[in-house]
């Protein structure tokens, strides 16, 4: 069994300020991650996915996150965020024995001020 | 290309109704996940389907929710009789065959409101 955990449940930052979104997770296995966005009344979309190789992962709106198979961890950063960056983030896991199931946090909201 | 379609986007209905939510997942994937998302409890996995068979549905929370999948294009989550504490929006996913580093990928889903 897996769990995620995401300590932080709200996060303002100001616009074009660099953020960090922490994702730590718990497994028996080994497994794979992942980290999905979902915008006001929309649902979820992936933003990056680390399944093996470079730590260092990096996706949509210049997004990345770093794994970190020592501390268990998976954080996600942007250097400057933008207005419209506001939304809800979720981190997620999968196992690799097959297992199709996604493990998910509880979610950070991320505001932007302006 | 067409994502995951799902509809109704907005259900508003008497408690003692029955609601059905229905959803064409990306065609060529063949599995499909249920989840219902509030605001505290999360997002949570009520079922999900392999080549149209129901893997595992141990999130379904009581027998007044039950989930169809006739054919690969096609599912549908029942709540039979509805109550106000089913409101909640719903979210169909779909992914292709393949490991489970495939990642999932999810409807606009439907937002449900029980009187």
């Known amino acids: 069994a897996q769990s995620v955990t995401q300590l932080d449940s709200q996060v303002p930052v100001f616009e074009e300020a660099p953020v960090e979104l922490r994702c730590n997770y718990s497994?028996?296995?080994?497994?794979?991650l992942f980290w999905y966005v979902q915008y006001p009344n929309q649902g979820l979309q992936l933003l990056l996915k680390?399944?093996?190789?470079?730590?260092l992962v990096k996706g949509i709106n210049g997004f990345e996150a770093e794994f970190n198979k020592s501390q268990t961890s998976f954080h996600l950063r942007k250097p400057s965020v933008h207005i419209s960056d506001t939304a809800e983030y979720f981190c997620?896991?999968?196992?690799?024995?097959?297992?199709?199931?996604?493990?998910f946090g509880t979610g950070t909201r991320l505001t932007i001020i302006p | 290309d067409a994502g995951v379609i799902q509809s109704p986007r907005h259900e508003v209905t008497e408690m003692g109704q029955e609601v059905t939510l229905r959803c064409k997942p990306i065609?060529?994937?063949?599995?499909l996940f249920w989840y219902r998302q509030t605001m505290m409890r999360g997002l949570e996995l009520l079922i999900y389907?392999?080549?149209?068979?129901?893997?595992?549905d141990s999130g379904m929370p009581e027998d007044r929710f039950s989930a169809k999948m006739p054919n690969a294009s096609f599912s549908t989550l029942k709540i039979q009789p509805s109550e106000p504490r089913d409101s909640a929006v719903y979210f169909c996913?779909?992914?292709?065959?393949?490991?489970?580093?495939?990642?999932?990928?999810f409807g606009d889903g439907t937002r449900l409101s029980i009187l």
């Open positions: 996913a779909s992914r292709p065959r393949g490991p489970s580093n495939q990642p999932q990928h």
């Open positions: 497994s028996s296995v080994s497994v794979y």
């Open positions: 680390y399944l093996s190789g470079s730590t």
């Open positions: 997620a896991v999968s196992d690799m024995g097959g297992n199709e199931k996604l493990t």
């Open positions: 065609s060529g994937h063949n599995s």
């Open positions: 389907f392999n080549n149209n068979v129901p893997i595992d």
